[in-house]
């Protein structure tokens, strides 16, 4: 890995803004292999290095990754704009500029939201050339039946004059109550499809996105990091090599 100046890789780990990190290093409470550096603009490269700041050790990490269990309410961005984004339900030390959503949730659908800043990782997720599966429970107005699985099931099922991919409707005892697997994420298409088969969805949660699935224990509106077997998971399934 390349040089780069200690206030950017502090910035980038979160420990504060330039200014903060600036005055961080004048007071001598950067710590680099063990070295005091009182110069912001001191360049290393920070997968080789031992980083120390006011006596805490730093891990370093090129990139994040958030699992978030998200509440109906909350738009799928990290900016106040047409309503509450979803970055105001991370706790203070997560808080980054850079959060990418991967993939969208309704601002009324809930359920497995991630979120991570690489942007190769997010684009291969979610480009339909991947075919990462998405699964949903779903809730309906009137029951599914036979023939919405064979339908959605042959890839004939057409929004705005497109044919969607195959998906895979599972259907329990109450045909009130489904899941439903796709391999894309067109715009509302869940709703969509149940629409063009003259039904209607009443309620929409995603429990799986790819390899990972929305955990027991991770309350609505709860975040958590990916755990290591979760992150190399996510960049196999779309053929990435991931180094720890």
């Given at each position: 890995?390349?040089?780069?100046?200690?206030?950017?890789?502090?910035?980038?780990?979160?420990?504060?803004?330039?200014?903060?990190?600036?005055?961080?290093a004048?007071?001598?409470?950067?710590?680099?292999?063990?070295?005091?550096?009182?110069?912001?603009?001191?360049?290393?490269?920070?997968?080789?290095?031992?980083?120390?700041?006011?006596?805490?050790?730093?891990?370093?990490?090129?990139?994040?990754?958030?699992?978030?269990?998200?509440?109906?309410?909350?738009?799928?961005?990290?900016?106040d704009?047409?309503?509450?984004?979803?970055?105001?339900?991370?706790?203070?030390?997560?808080?980054?500029?850079?959060?990418?959503?991967?993939?969208?949730?309704?601002?009324?659908?809930?359920?497995?939201?991630?979120?991570?800043?690489?942007g190769?990782?997010?684009?291969?997720?979610?480009?339909?050339?991947?075919?990462?599966?998405?699964?949903?429970?779903?809730?309906?107005?009137?029951?599914?039946?036979?023939?919405?699985?064979?339908?959605?099931?042959?890839?004939?099922?057409?929004?705005?004059?497109?044919?969607?991919?195959?998906?895979?409707?599972?259907?329990?005892?109450?045909?009130?109550?489904?899941?439903?697997?796709?391999?894309?994420?067109?715009?509302?298409q869940?709703?969509?499809m149940?629409?063009?088969?003259?039904?209607?969805?009443?309620?929409?949660?995603?429990?799986?996105?790819?390899?990972?699935?929305?955990?027991?224990?991770?309350?609505?509106?709860?975040?958590?990091?990916?755990?290591?077997?979760?992150?190399?998971?996510?960049y196999?399934?779309?053929?990435?090599?991931?180094?720890?």
């Open positions: 890995m390349a040089k780069e100046r200690l206030d950017k890789v502090l910035g980038h780990l979160g420990v504060g803004t330039r200014k903060e990190i600036h005055r961080l004048r007071a001598g409470l950067i710590v680099i292999d063990g070295h005091t550096i009182t110069d912001a603009a001191f360049k290393f490269d920070p997968a080789l290095s031992r980083i120390e700041v006011a006596g805490e050790l730093l891990e370093y990490q090129a990139y994040f990754y958030l699992m978030l269990h998200k509440p109906a309410g909350y738009i799928t961005s990290t900016k704009r047409d309503g509450i984004p979803i970055t105001a339900l991370l706790p203070e030390e997560w808080q980054r500029s850079d959060w990418m959503p991967v993939g969208r949730l309704d601002k009324d659908t809930e359920g497995l939201l991630l979120l991570t800043t690489d190769e990782l997010l684009h291969r997720l979610t480009h339909p050339r991947w075919k990462v599966a998405k699964r949903y429970y779903v809730e309906l107005a009137a029951p599914a039946t036979p023939e919405d699985e064979a339908v959605f099931a042959s890839g004939t099922l057409e929004l705005e004059g497109e044919p969607l991919q195959p998906a895979e409707l599972h259907i329990g005892p109450d045909p009130h109550k489904v899941e439903l697997v796709i391999r894309e994420g067109k715009f509302h869940v709703k969509r149940f629409a063009a088969r003259g039904n209607q969805v009443t309620y929409l949660k995603r429990v799986a996105f790819g390899p990972l699935s929305l955990p027991s224990d991770l309350t609505t509106g709860e975040s958590r990091k990916l755990l290591l077997e979760e992150i190399g998971a996510l196999e399934a779309v053929g990435l090599e991931w180094q720890e």
